[in-house]
Nanobody, 120 residues
């Protein structure tokens, strides 16, 4: 069994910053790609950013230059530094990880989500 636990969400004013963390634990052999998604009220969940085990990153166009994804492989943790936040960034943010378990099975796991609200 694998668990992903997010933290770091909250209320911030436009132009502010937040840093999200997501720690994976459990029967982990290794983790391939990790990523962040978000879901705003009334909208479908959308991809935000991803990072490979080697550190290559990709971003959705609307967050390029404002968000930075990083990971600490020793801690099985992925981060999302969010700067210059806008009201349209308001959403529940979910982390995702492609995990190779101790049984050498590969599966996708999701965190429970953390609320980010950008408002004055």
């Amino acid at each position: 069994q694998v668990q992903l636990v997010e933290s770091g969400g909250g209320l911030v004013q436009p132009g502010g910053s937040l840093r999200l963390s997501c720690a994976a634990s459990g029967s982990i052999f290794t983790i391939n790609a990790m990523g962040w998604y978000r879901q705003a009220p009334g909208k479908q969940r959308e991809w935000v950013a991803s990072i490979t085990s080697g550190g290559s990153t990709n971003y959705e166009d609307s967050v390029k230059g404002r968000f930075t994804i990083s990971r600490d492989n020793a801690k099985n943790t992925v981060y999302l530094q969010m700067n210059s936040l806008k009201p349209e960034d308001t959403a529940v943010y979910y982390c995702n990880a492609e995990v190779v378990t101790l049984l050498r099975m590969i599966d996708d796991y999701w965190g429970q989500g953390t609320q980010v609200t950008v408002s004055s």
